[in-house]
């Protein structure tokens, strides 16, 4: 498994935008598929987001198609997730997860290793 570190949370206004990163420990990231998940208070935790090790595929939930964007640095060991046109429905924990297959799934427990999480709060 590896550790994961998410950072970038915060408060910010509607239609904002923001970035969050997770540096992962580890010499293999890039044999790990990462995705980005989000928990709402009171809520199951659901996918947000995908990319492969290789960074040629990506995978987003219908909600955030078109306004949020994945991306991965291998040579850094970290996965971004780059946020816009923010509303109070995005507002949730994000967390970073890695799964250690060459497959995609939105199924939190598919995958191996997860982050503490970080706070978006977004307000209008």
């Known amino acids: 498994q590896v550790q994961l570190v998410e950072s970038g949370g915060g408060l910010v206004q509607t239609g904002d935008s923001l970035r969050l990163s997770c540096t992962a420990s580890?010499?293999?990231?890039?044999?790990?598929?990462m995705g980005w998940f989000r928990q709402a208070p009171g809520k199951e935790r659901d996918f947000v987001a995908a990319?492969?090790?290789?960074?040629?595929?990506?995978y987003y939930a219908n909600s955030v198609k078109g306004r949020f964007a994945i991306s991965r640095d291998n040579a850094k060991n970290t996965v971004y997730l780059r946020m816009s046109s923010l509303n109070a429905e995005d507002t949730a924990v994000y967390y970073c997860?890695?799964?250690?297959?060459?497959?995609?799934?939105?199924?939190?427990?598919?995958?191996?290793?997860w982050g503490q999480g970080t706070q978006v709060t977004v307000s209008s």
């Open positions: 997860a890695a799964r250690s297959r060459s497959t995609y799934s939105a199924t939190p427990a598919q995958w191996d290793s």
């Open positions: 580890g010499r293999t990231f890039s044999s790990y598929f």
């Open positions: 990319i492969s090790g290789s960074g040629a595929g990506t």
